[in-house]
T-cell receptor, first 116, second 111 residues
């Protein structure tokens, strides 16, 4: 299957700092990338959908000024959690899909964010 | 609001048995259906995708789709302890970009 990487895999930061998470598709060009958040023992919650070269589409209730998404190229998308607070501590997972007609999306390994 | 419903479990089966995981969805015109496996602390891994009514088999896994009943299931034959994980059902919106995930069913396979 397709390979999607995320960096870092784990990050611990102080409250009020910003954290950037990178998501890369390693062996294909991802026209669409998705960012999810997953709290313990809960399902994936879609935060936003981004297409290369255009602004991300955020789900209802997700603050676009707090969760900045940049999909600068067909292989890289970044999520920046600005002014992080303890309630932002979660497992952040990106997913990538190639082609508009493609139904399958592949997930990155996830990033565990802990805000102290 | 479109929904994907799963029994949260846990579902416990003995090693070697068949595990049956069920999922219902509310969007009648959904076309694409997926089962993902997620181990604790890891991201989801695609197991099966199914697009047509009926059964689709891949090794020990069989996905079953019934669009009239808006129901999709996953059967795991000869269950192994390594199959113990949370299984997520996912449905892709017709003509859309988003995939809607169920909350997942936790499966325990007892050795």
């Amino acid at each position: 299957g397709a390979v999607v990487s995320q960096h870092p895999s784990r990050v611990i930061c102080k409250s009020g700092t910003s954290v950037k998470i990178e998501c890369r598709s390693l062996d294909f060009q991802a026209t669409t990338m998705f960012w999810y958040r997953q709290f313990p023992k809960q399902s994936l919650m879609l935060m936003a959908t981004s297409n290369e070269g255009s602004k991300a589409t955020y789900e209802q209730g997700v603050e676009k000024d707090k969760f900045l998404i940049n999909h600068a190229s067909l292989t890289l998308s970044t999520l920046t959690v600005t002014s992080a607070h303890p309630e932002d501590s979660s497992f952040y997972i990106c997913s990538a899909r190639w082609g508009l007609g493609e139904n399958t999306q592949y997930f990155g390994p996830g990033t565990r964010l802990t805000v102290l | 609001q479109k929904e994907v419903e799963q029994n949260s479990g846990p579902l416990s089966v003995p090693e070697g048995a068949i595990a049956s995981l069920n999922c219902t969805y509310s969007d009648r015109v959904s076309q694409s259906f997926f089962w993902y496996r997620q181990y604790s602390g890891k991201s989801p891994e695609l197991i099966m995708s199914i697009y047509s009514n009926g059964d689709k088999e891949d090794g020990r896994f069989t996905a079953q789709l019934n669009k009239a009943s808006q129901y999709v299931s996953l059967l795991i034959r000869d269950s192994q302890p390594s199959d113990s994980a949370t299984y997520l059902c996912a449905v892709k919106e017709t003509g859309g970009f988003k995939t809607i995930f169920g909350a997942g069913t936790r499966l325990f396979v007892k050795a």
